[in-house]
């Protein structure tokens, strides 16, 4: 049973996905403030950072983001002050693409995109493009050709990884949607003053049936009025189906203690914040994350006592510990440098299973994550994409 569930916790709304009764994904839904990613402004240039190529975009009188300036794209101008490239002064359509992180402030691109659920239109590109998760030869060939005649001058047409449980029909008719949003978009832009919000975002909750596997959830269960109607609604127009191909459910509850009853609601946040993880085997994980990077230690404790330690034992426990640093990851969102100081294997055969085994781990995760090398020192280097704050900054926020 895979369900979503959005509720309230400590004066946040949150969501968290379920799967067979384990929280295995959680997220802060944050207020609507007018900067919420995927949101398309006219900004206005502030400053220029040559020695990093940069610049400095405020996207309204308190918001200033960073932009590279370091791709071929071509931005949109509203106002522009020379003919050779950006300046200060200049307005110019972007979009914002990551929330700030601790220190750094939020990020946009002129190469702004527009999201469907089976396709996406990205401008800067051209022709019509597969997602790589879509490893099926014949199917990225007949979805390339069914889309090339929909890409413009200006912009790509890309088909999502849900577009493999589209029809043709629903593929080509959202692909037409989105190039008539995009023009619109272009049009009403180049009339419209800075900080104008040119489009917005769906809710972040939205996203996530609209950027999530057809069969993903069997029901949706909320407590709170306006987030049932308005995914009651989204699943009129977009219905989803399970695996045994029956429609997703979305189930409203008055009773503010019962999802919190049901879902254990404030045992597993805890458990998303608590440094120390004990293992079934005895063993425990210990999580600290730093302003640079994430460390993970790797502890026997309790695993090997009375008993004779082994490589085959160590080779155990490393593999229990890995398998749950891999469902932390994914549950606090934990993301950027992570470092993991496994128990030491001299078996190098061993060695190698255990980093094999704990990048399949990683194929369940919807971000990139990368197990990028073990150092010298036997450390583990894995980077995992940044793309929201982890779930402990997110609740402090």
């Known amino acids: 049973m895979n369900e979503l569930v959005i509720t309230n916790y400590n004066g946040k709304r949150i969501s968290a996905v379920y799967n067979d009764g384990r929280m295995t994904n959680i997220s802060v839904i944050p207020p609507k403030t007018g900067f919420e990613i995927g949101n398309i402004y006219v900004g206005r240039v502030d400053n220029i950072v040559k020695n990093i190529n940069a610049a400095f975009v405020n996207i309204s009188d308190s918001c200033s983001c960073y932009l590279d300036l370091n791709s071929d794209d071509k931005p949109l101008f509203v106002k522009r002050q020379s003919d050779k490239k950006v300046c200060i002064g200049d307005e110019i359509i972007v979009q914002l693409v990551k929330e700030s992180i601790k220190t750094k402030a939020p990020v946009v691109t002129t190469s702004f995109s527009l999201a469907g659920r089976f396709v996406s239109l990205v401008k800067n590109g051209s022709g019509a493009q597969v997602s790589k998760k879509i490893t099926n ?42 190039g008539e949003k995009y023009r619109t978009i272009c049009d009403y832009a180049v009339h419209s003053s800075k900080y104008t919000v040119i489009h917005k975002e769906l809710p972040a909750y939205l996203i996530q049936l609209r950027d999530t596997s057809n069969f993903l959830y069997d029901r949706i269960v909320t407590d709170i009025p306006e987030v049932y109607d308005e995914i009651d609604d989204y699943l009129k127009c977009f219905p989803t189906v399970n695996e045994s191909g029956e429609e997703t459910q979305v189930l409203f509850t008055d009773d503010p203690n019962r999802l919190n009853i049901l879902y254990k609601i404030d045992k597993n946040m805890d458990g998303a914040l608590r440094r120390v993880i004990n293992l079934k ?96 020192l036997g450390l583990v280097e894995v980077t995992r994409k940044k793309v929201h704050k982890c779930i402990a900054e997110q609740l402090k926020s």
């Open 137 to 178: 030869k014949q199917m990225k060939q007949h979805l390339k050709e069914l889309l090339s005649e929909f890409s413009g001058d200006d912009y790509c047409i890309i088909a999502r990884t849900n577009s493999v449980h589209a029809t043709d029909e629903q593929i080509i008719k959202e692909a037409k949607e989105l």
């Open 281 to 376: 085997s005895g063993a425990s994980i210990i999580i600290d994350q730093t302003e640079a990077l994430t460390a993970i230690d790797v502890n026997t404790s309790k695993a090997i006592s009375g008993k004779r330690a082994t490589e085959q034992t160590f080779f155990e426990i490393n593999c229990e510990a890995a398998k749950e640093i891999a469902y932390q990851l994914k549950l606090r969102n934990i993301s950027g440098i992570i470092v993991i100081d496994f128990i030491n294997q001299h078996d190098e055969n061993l060695r190698e299973q255990l980093l094999d085994h704990f990048k399949n781990e990683f194929k369940n995760d919807s971000i990139q994550t990368e197990l990028v090398d073990i150092t010298k």
